[in-house]
Protein backbone atom coordinates (compact mmCIF):
# COMPACT_ATOMS: atom_id res chain seq x y z
CA UNK A 1 0.00 0.00 0.00
CA UNK A 2 1.16 3.40 -0.90
CA UNK A 3 1.81 5.74 2.10
CA UNK A 4 1.01 9.38 1.31
CA UNK A 5 1.09 12.46 3.78
CA UNK A 6 -0.26 15.33 2.94
CA UNK A 7 0.81 18.76 4.44
CA UNK A 8 0.77 22.44 3.51
CA UNK A 9 0.85 25.71 5.00
CA UNK A 10 -1.54 27.45 7.02
CA UNK A 11 -5.39 28.21 5.26
CA UNK A 12 -4.18 26.62 1.97
CA UNK A 13 -6.75 24.35 1.52
CA UNK A 14 -5.15 21.53 2.90
CA UNK A 15 -8.45 19.95 4.49
CA UNK A 16 -10.37 20.89 1.08
CA UNK A 17 -7.97 18.73 -0.87
CA UNK A 18 -8.67 15.75 1.97
CA UNK A 19 -11.85 15.75 1.65
CA UNK A 20 -11.50 15.63 -2.14
CA UNK A 21 -9.57 13.02 -2.38
CA UNK A 22 -11.40 10.79 0.01
CA UNK A 23 -14.74 11.44 -2.22
CA UNK A 24 -12.55 10.04 -5.17
CA UNK A 25 -12.47 6.61 -3.19
CA UNK A 26 -9.08 6.58 -1.35
CA UNK A 27 -8.78 6.20 2.37
CA UNK A 28 -7.82 9.38 4.29
CA UNK A 29 -7.08 10.20 8.32
CA UNK A 30 -6.73 13.68 9.52
CA UNK A 31 -4.16 13.32 12.05
CA UNK A 32 -5.57 16.30 14.20
CA UNK A 33 -8.99 14.50 14.50
CA UNK A 34 -7.31 11.51 15.82
CA UNK A 35 -5.60 13.53 18.40
CA UNK A 36 -8.86 15.24 19.83
CA UNK A 37 -10.02 11.54 19.44
CA UNK A 38 -7.09 9.97 21.77
CA UNK A 39 -7.87 13.09 24.38
CA UNK A 40 -11.84 12.24 24.66
CA UNK A 41 -12.74 10.40 27.86
CA UNK A 42 -11.99 6.54 27.34
CA UNK A 43 -9.78 7.57 25.23
CA UNK A 44 -5.94 6.70 25.05
CA UNK A 45 -3.80 9.55 26.44
CA UNK A 46 -7.06 10.82 28.44
CA UNK A 47 -6.37 9.55 31.60
CA UNK A 48 -2.40 10.41 31.26
CA UNK A 49 -3.02 13.94 30.29
CA UNK A 50 -5.63 14.73 33.31
CA UNK A 51 -2.98 12.66 35.57
CA UNK A 52 -0.08 14.93 34.08
CA UNK A 53 -1.78 17.98 33.82
CA UNK A 54 -4.80 17.94 36.81
CA UNK A 55 -7.84 17.92 37.06
CA UNK A 56 -8.34 21.60 36.54
CA UNK A 57 -8.20 21.39 32.39
CA UNK A 58 -11.99 19.03 32.69
CA UNK A 59 -14.82 20.71 32.08
CA UNK A 60 -17.89 20.02 33.76
CA UNK A 61 -18.80 17.18 31.11
CA UNK A 62 -15.43 15.41 31.99
CA UNK A 63 -13.69 16.34 28.84
CA UNK A 64 -10.56 17.65 28.51
CA UNK A 65 -10.92 22.11 28.05
CA UNK A 66 -8.29 22.66 25.16
CA UNK A 67 -8.32 26.03 26.18
CA UNK A 68 -7.52 25.34 29.34
CA UNK A 69 -4.90 22.90 28.78
CA UNK A 70 -3.43 25.53 25.92
CA UNK A 71 -2.93 28.21 28.20
CA UNK A 72 -1.10 26.05 30.67
CA UNK A 73 1.38 23.90 27.43
CA UNK A 74 1.55 27.03 25.38
CA UNK A 75 3.39 29.46 28.10
CA UNK A 76 5.69 26.45 29.31
CA UNK A 77 7.77 24.56 26.72
CA UNK A 78 8.36 22.05 29.15
CA UNK A 79 4.63 21.73 29.21
CA UNK A 80 4.31 21.27 25.90
CA UNK A 81 6.60 18.57 25.64
CA UNK A 82 5.54 16.27 28.30
CA UNK A 83 1.99 16.46 26.20
CA UNK A 84 3.57 15.84 23.23
CA UNK A 85 5.04 12.60 24.79
CA UNK A 86 1.82 11.58 26.10
CA UNK A 87 -0.41 12.23 22.95
CA UNK A 88 2.21 11.74 20.02
CA UNK A 89 3.20 7.85 20.85
CA UNK A 90 -0.97 7.55 20.91
CA UNK A 91 -1.73 9.40 17.36
CA UNK A 92 0.65 6.96 15.71
CA UNK A 93 -0.48 3.93 17.15
CA UNK A 94 -3.62 4.87 15.74
CA UNK A 95 -2.66 6.05 12.34
CA UNK A 96 -0.75 2.42 12.21
CA UNK A 97 -3.77 0.39 13.60
CA UNK A 98 -6.16 2.30 10.71
CA UNK A 99 -3.12 1.91 8.32
CA UNK A 100 -2.59 -1.52 8.55
CA UNK A 101 -6.70 -1.98 8.49
CA UNK A 102 -6.89 -0.24 4.93
CA UNK A 103 -3.84 -2.96 4.19
CA UNK A 104 -5.74 -5.76 4.52
CA UNK A 105 -8.27 -4.48 3.28
CA UNK A 106 -6.57 -4.41 0.28
CA UNK A 107 -6.37 -0.57 -0.31
CA UNK A 108 -3.86 -0.01 -3.00
CA UNK A 109 -3.10 4.33 -1.63
CA UNK A 110 -3.48 6.01 2.07
CA UNK A 111 -2.96 9.21 2.76
CA UNK A 112 -2.60 11.22 5.94
CA UNK A 113 -3.01 15.08 6.82
CA UNK A 114 -1.28 16.42 9.01
CA UNK A 115 -0.42 20.12 9.06
CA UNK A 116 3.66 20.19 10.77
CA UNK A 117 4.93 16.70 9.19
CA UNK A 118 7.80 18.33 8.16
CA UNK A 119 8.15 20.75 10.76
CA UNK A 120 8.42 17.91 12.88
CA UNK A 121 11.17 15.64 10.69
CA UNK A 122 8.46 12.83 10.42
CA UNK A 123 7.83 13.02 6.67
CA UNK A 124 9.79 10.17 5.61
CA UNK A 125 7.65 8.17 7.16
CA UNK A 126 5.51 8.32 3.91
CA UNK A 127 5.90 6.95 0.67
CA UNK A 128 5.32 9.84 -1.29
CA UNK A 129 4.49 13.72 0.29
CA UNK A 130 1.85 16.14 -1.20
CA UNK A 131 2.52 20.11 0.18
CA UNK A 132 -0.68 22.27 -0.49
CA UNK A 133 0.24 25.75 -1.27
CA UNK A 134 -1.33 29.44 -2.26
CA UNK A 135 -0.01 32.21 -3.14
CA UNK A 136 1.04 34.40 -0.37
CA UNK A 137 -1.40 36.94 -0.19
CA UNK A 138 -4.32 34.56 -0.90
CA UNK A 139 -2.91 32.78 1.79
CA UNK A 140 -2.87 36.14 3.92
CA UNK A 141 -6.77 37.07 3.19
CA UNK A 142 -8.42 33.32 4.01
CA UNK A 143 -6.80 33.14 7.25
CA UNK A 144 -8.32 36.61 8.32
CA UNK A 145 -11.35 35.81 6.85
CA UNK A 146 -11.20 32.25 8.58
CA UNK A 147 -9.88 33.38 11.80
CA UNK A 148 -11.61 36.79 11.88
CA UNK A 149 -8.05 38.26 12.28
CA UNK A 150 -6.93 41.58 11.55
CA UNK A 151 -4.14 41.97 8.93
CA UNK A 152 -0.81 42.40 11.49
CA UNK A 153 -2.38 39.53 13.08
CA UNK A 154 -2.65 36.79 10.63
CA UNK A 155 0.73 38.15 8.93
CA UNK A 156 2.50 37.42 12.65
CA UNK A 157 1.09 33.84 12.67
CA UNK A 158 2.47 33.49 9.17
CA UNK A 159 5.43 34.90 10.24
CA UNK A 160 5.55 32.06 12.82
CA UNK A 161 4.77 29.04 10.72
CA UNK A 162 7.66 27.09 8.17
CA UNK A 163 7.51 29.26 5.18
CA UNK A 164 5.49 27.53 2.67
CA UNK A 165 8.49 27.69 -0.13
CA UNK A 166 10.67 26.14 2.19
CA UNK A 167 8.29 23.46 2.72
CA UNK A 168 7.17 23.00 -0.86
CA UNK A 169 10.72 21.67 -1.27
CA UNK A 170 10.11 18.35 0.10
CA UNK A 171 7.05 17.55 -1.51
CA UNK A 172 6.84 15.32 -4.50
CA UNK A 173 3.59 16.50 -5.29
CA UNK A 174 2.92 20.27 -4.80
CA UNK A 175 -0.70 21.60 -5.31
CA UNK A 176 -1.14 25.05 -5.77
CA UNK A 177 -4.93 26.28 -4.58
CA UNK A 178 -4.88 29.75 -5.30
CA UNK A 179 -7.69 29.34 -7.86
CA UNK A 180 -11.37 28.49 -7.76
CA UNK A 181 -12.72 25.62 -5.75
CA UNK A 182 -13.91 24.01 -9.08
CA UNK A 183 -9.80 24.79 -10.42
CA UNK A 184 -8.61 23.11 -6.76
CA UNK A 185 -11.15 20.10 -7.57
CA UNK A 186 -9.72 19.18 -10.84
CA UNK A 187 -5.93 19.48 -9.77
CA UNK A 188 -6.90 16.92 -6.43
CA UNK A 189 -8.32 14.53 -9.28
CA UNK A 190 -5.32 14.41 -11.15
CA UNK A 191 -3.76 14.31 -8.08
CA UNK A 192 -5.69 10.88 -7.06
CA UNK A 193 -4.88 9.31 -10.83
CA UNK A 194 -1.21 9.83 -9.96
CA UNK A 195 -1.50 8.17 -6.42
CA UNK A 196 -3.20 5.53 -7.76
CA UNK A 197 -0.95 5.18 -10.74
CA UNK A 198 2.44 5.43 -8.83
CA UNK A 199 0.85 2.42 -6.55
CA UNK A 200 -0.09 0.32 -9.58
CA UNK A 201 3.24 0.71 -10.86
CA UNK A 202 5.90 0.33 -8.08
CA UNK A 203 8.58 -1.79 -8.70
CA UNK A 204 9.18 -5.15 -6.80
CA UNK A 205 11.15 -5.15 -2.93
CA UNK A 206 14.22 -6.96 -3.63
CA UNK A 207 16.12 -8.72 -0.81
CA UNK A 208 19.99 -7.43 -0.46
CA UNK A 209 22.45 -9.92 1.13
CA UNK A 210 23.91 -8.66 3.91
CA UNK A 211 27.65 -9.25 2.53
CA UNK A 212 26.70 -6.54 0.34
CA UNK A 213 25.33 -3.86 2.53
CA UNK A 214 28.02 -4.73 5.25
CA UNK A 215 30.19 -4.64 1.43
CA UNK A 216 28.74 -0.61 0.85
CA UNK A 217 29.46 0.28 4.96
CA UNK A 218 33.48 -1.21 5.14
CA UNK A 219 34.30 -0.06 1.73
CA UNK A 220 32.51 3.24 2.16
CA UNK A 221 33.08 6.42 4.02
CA UNK A 222 34.36 6.18 7.64
CA UNK A 223 32.47 9.51 8.41
CA UNK A 224 29.89 12.13 7.53
CA UNK A 225 29.56 15.53 8.45
CA UNK A 226 28.85 17.11 11.63
CA UNK A 227 29.62 14.31 13.87
CA UNK A 228 28.00 11.28 12.09
CA UNK A 229 29.27 8.54 10.32
CA UNK A 230 27.26 5.99 7.88
CA UNK A 231 27.08 2.70 11.05
CA UNK A 232 25.87 4.84 13.38
CA UNK A 233 22.90 6.55 11.10
CA UNK A 234 21.81 3.28 10.04
CA UNK A 235 21.99 2.09 13.51
CA UNK A 236 19.49 4.48 14.31
CA UNK A 237 17.28 4.55 11.35
CA UNK A 238 16.75 0.46 12.53
CA UNK A 239 16.22 1.60 16.00
CA UNK A 240 13.65 4.11 14.80
CA UNK A 241 11.87 2.73 11.87
CA UNK A 242 13.28 5.49 9.90
CA UNK A 243 14.85 8.51 9.90
CA UNK A 244 13.56 10.80 11.95
CA UNK A 245 15.15 14.21 11.34
CA UNK A 246 15.11 15.77 15.02
CA UNK A 247 16.18 12.44 16.41
CA UNK A 248 18.76 12.55 13.78
CA UNK A 249 19.72 16.53 14.16
CA UNK A 250 20.21 15.27 18.22
CA UNK A 251 23.30 13.46 17.51
CA UNK A 252 24.88 16.57 15.55
CA UNK A 253 28.20 17.98 16.82
CA UNK A 254 27.96 20.80 17.23
CA UNK A 255 24.53 20.39 17.89
CA UNK A 256 22.87 23.92 16.69
CA UNK A 257 19.73 25.49 17.81
CA UNK A 258 15.65 25.44 16.75
CA UNK A 259 13.97 23.14 14.37
CA UNK A 260 16.47 20.68 12.36
CA UNK A 261 15.74 22.43 9.20
CA UNK A 262 17.68 25.29 10.50
CA UNK A 263 20.52 23.57 11.96
CA UNK A 264 22.77 22.97 8.95
CA UNK A 265 25.58 25.58 8.59
CA UNK A 266 28.41 27.10 6.47
CA UNK A 267 30.66 24.08 6.70
CA UNK A 268 34.47 23.87 6.54
CA UNK A 269 35.81 22.71 3.45
CA UNK A 270 37.65 19.70 4.91
CA UNK A 271 33.79 18.10 6.51
CA UNK A 272 32.77 15.86 4.67
CA UNK A 273 29.67 16.39 2.21
CA UNK A 274 26.22 14.75 3.02
CA UNK A 275 26.76 12.19 -0.20
CA UNK A 276 28.63 10.44 2.25
CA UNK A 277 25.15 9.28 4.51
CA UNK A 278 23.77 8.28 1.18
CA UNK A 279 24.28 4.30 1.98
CA UNK A 280 22.66 4.06 4.92
CA UNK A 281 19.29 5.92 3.37
CA UNK A 282 19.45 3.52 -0.18
CA UNK A 283 19.65 0.55 2.53
CA UNK A 284 16.66 1.58 4.68
CA UNK A 285 15.12 2.33 0.92
CA UNK A 286 15.30 -1.09 -0.03
CA UNK A 287 14.56 -2.62 3.19
CA UNK A 288 11.31 -0.55 3.87
CA UNK A 289 9.67 -0.14 -0.12
CA UNK A 290 12.31 -1.49 -2.87
CA UNK A 291 13.90 0.24 -5.35
CA UNK A 292 12.40 3.58 -5.22
CA UNK A 293 14.55 6.28 -6.43
CA UNK A 294 11.25 9.22 -5.55
CA UNK A 295 11.06 7.65 -2.24
CA UNK A 296 15.41 7.40 -2.06
CA UNK A 297 15.30 11.21 -3.14
CA UNK A 298 13.63 12.68 -1.05
CA UNK A 299 15.26 11.54 2.23
CA UNK A 300 18.67 12.03 0.53
CA UNK A 301 17.28 15.53 0.11
CA UNK A 302 16.01 16.05 3.55
CA UNK A 303 19.31 14.46 5.50
CA UNK A 304 21.59 16.78 3.14
CA UNK A 305 19.70 20.09 4.53
CA UNK A 306 19.58 18.91 7.43
CA UNK A 307 23.57 19.51 7.48
CA UNK A 308 24.38 21.79 4.29
CA UNK A 309 22.49 25.08 2.86
CA UNK A 310 24.30 24.63 -0.35
CA UNK A 311 21.90 22.93 -3.32
CA UNK A 312 24.96 21.75 -4.59
CA UNK A 313 25.73 19.48 -1.89
CA UNK A 314 22.01 18.33 -1.98
CA UNK A 315 22.16 17.20 -5.02
CA UNK A 316 25.47 15.30 -4.99
CA UNK A 317 23.73 13.35 -1.92
CA UNK A 318 21.07 12.56 -4.50
CA UNK A 319 23.23 11.60 -7.05
CA UNK A 320 25.05 9.32 -4.80
CA UNK A 321 22.34 8.01 -3.58
CA UNK A 322 20.63 6.98 -6.79
CA UNK A 323 24.14 5.73 -7.94
CA UNK A 324 24.49 3.15 -5.21
CA UNK A 325 20.71 2.17 -5.51
CA UNK A 326 21.24 1.10 -8.95
CA UNK A 327 24.58 -0.81 -8.10
CA UNK A 328 22.40 -2.85 -5.58
CA UNK A 329 20.12 -4.02 -7.61
CA UNK A 330 22.01 -4.65 -10.92
CA UNK A 331 25.23 -6.07 -8.92
CA UNK A 332 27.32 -4.14 -11.51
CA UNK A 333 27.86 -0.68 -13.25
CA UNK A 334 25.28 0.31 -15.86
CA UNK A 335 26.20 -0.68 -19.36
CA UNK A 336 26.03 3.40 -20.24
CA UNK A 337 27.97 4.67 -17.42
CA UNK A 338 27.94 7.94 -18.92
CA UNK A 339 24.04 8.06 -20.14
CA UNK A 340 23.15 6.56 -16.43
CA UNK A 341 25.10 9.57 -14.76
CA UNK A 342 23.29 11.72 -16.85
CA UNK A 343 20.01 10.44 -15.75
CA UNK A 344 20.41 10.45 -11.87
CA UNK A 345 22.16 14.17 -12.55
CA UNK A 346 18.93 15.39 -14.23
CA UNK A 347 16.80 13.71 -11.14
CA UNK A 348 18.63 14.97 -8.62
CA UNK A 349 18.72 18.33 -9.86
CA UNK A 350 15.30 18.44 -9.76
CA UNK A 351 14.91 17.52 -6.49
CA UNK A 352 17.70 20.23 -5.28
CA UNK A 353 17.54 23.32 -7.65
CA UNK A 354 21.05 22.99 -8.91
CA UNK A 355 23.50 20.62 -10.27
CA UNK A 356 25.64 18.51 -8.16
CA UNK A 357 29.82 19.99 -8.18
CA UNK A 358 31.81 17.72 -10.96
CA UNK A 359 33.61 15.91 -8.09
CA UNK A 360 30.24 14.20 -8.04
CA UNK A 361 30.65 12.35 -10.69
CA UNK A 362 34.24 12.07 -10.80
CA UNK A 363 34.27 9.86 -7.71
CA UNK A 364 31.51 7.17 -9.81
CA UNK A 365 33.77 7.40 -12.49
CA UNK A 366 36.52 6.09 -10.20
CA UNK A 367 34.13 3.28 -9.48
CA UNK A 368 33.20 2.26 -12.56
CA UNK A 369 36.62 2.26 -13.91
CA UNK A 370 37.70 -0.67 -11.26
CA UNK A 371 33.71 -2.68 -10.78
CA UNK A 372 35.93 -5.48 -9.38
CA UNK A 373 38.79 -3.55 -7.20
CA UNK A 374 37.44 -1.43 -4.21
CA UNK A 375 41.20 -0.27 -3.46
CA UNK A 376 41.91 0.86 -6.91
CA UNK A 377 38.40 2.51 -6.96
CA UNK A 378 39.19 4.43 -3.58
CA UNK A 379 42.77 5.01 -4.95
CA UNK A 380 41.74 6.34 -8.58
CA UNK A 381 39.21 8.90 -6.52
CA UNK A 382 41.90 9.97 -4.14
CA UNK A 383 44.43 10.90 -6.59
CA UNK A 384 41.31 13.18 -8.17
CA UNK A 385 41.32 14.82 -4.91
CA UNK A 386 37.87 12.97 -3.99
CA UNK A 387 36.64 11.12 -1.34
CA UNK A 388 37.37 7.51 -1.66
CA UNK A 389 34.94 6.66 0.26
CA UNK A 390 32.50 7.64 -2.13
CA UNK A 391 33.64 5.32 -4.83
CA UNK A 392 34.72 2.37 -2.43
CA UNK A 393 30.82 2.40 -1.43
CA UNK A 394 29.70 1.53 -4.50
CA UNK A 395 32.22 -1.23 -5.34
CA UNK A 396 31.98 -2.33 -1.77
CA UNK A 397 27.80 -2.56 -2.75
CA UNK A 398 28.67 -5.03 -5.83
CA UNK A 399 31.35 -7.23 -4.44
CA UNK A 400 30.24 -7.77 -0.56
CA UNK A 401 32.43 -8.95 2.34
CA UNK A 402 32.51 -11.47 3.89
CA UNK A 403 30.32 -10.82 7.09
CA UNK A 404 33.13 -12.17 9.75
CA UNK A 405 35.16 -9.09 8.58
CA UNK A 406 33.17 -6.50 9.21
CA UNK A 407 33.62 -4.46 12.14
CA UNK A 408 30.95 -5.92 14.92
CA UNK A 409 28.94 -2.51 15.03
CA UNK A 410 28.41 -2.40 10.87
CA UNK A 411 27.07 -5.83 11.73
CA UNK A 412 25.39 -4.81 14.22
CA UNK A 413 23.44 -2.17 12.74
CA UNK A 414 22.80 -4.13 9.19
CA UNK A 415 21.55 -7.56 11.40
CA UNK A 416 18.78 -4.74 13.37
CA UNK A 417 17.92 -3.53 9.56
CA UNK A 418 17.61 -7.05 8.29
CA UNK A 419 15.11 -7.39 11.89
CA UNK A 420 12.80 -4.74 10.77
CA UNK A 421 12.35 -5.58 7.41
CA UNK A 422 8.47 -5.29 6.64
CA UNK A 423 7.54 -3.27 9.49
CA UNK A 424 8.09 0.00 8.40
CA UNK A 425 5.76 2.93 9.11
CA UNK A 426 2.78 0.18 9.56
CA UNK A 427 3.47 -1.01 5.89
Known amino acids: MLRVGLTGGIACGKSHVLRRLAERGIPTLDLDSVAHEVMEPGG ?109 AAAARLLAQMPIEEKRGFGHWRLDTSGTVAETNAKADALAREVADVAASRPPTIELRPERALGLLVQGPERGPRGLDPV ?90 LALMDMAVRGAPPSDPAGRSAIWRAEAETWAEASPPPGAEGALRAAFDHPRDPGAARQAARAAGLDPGIAGALVGMALGVAPETAPAAARDAVRDLERRRGTWCGR
Open 232 to 321: GLLAEIAAAGGPEMERIAAKLVPPGDGPWYRRARGEPPHDPGPETLAGPLVLWTLAAVGPDPPFLLAAAASLARLTHRDPASVAAAGLQA
Open 44 to 152: AAHGEVVAAFGRAILGTDGRIDREALGARVFADPGAREQLNAIVHPKVRAEERRRAALHADRGAPVFVTDAALLVETGLHLRFDRLVVVHCAPEEQLRRLRARDGLTEE
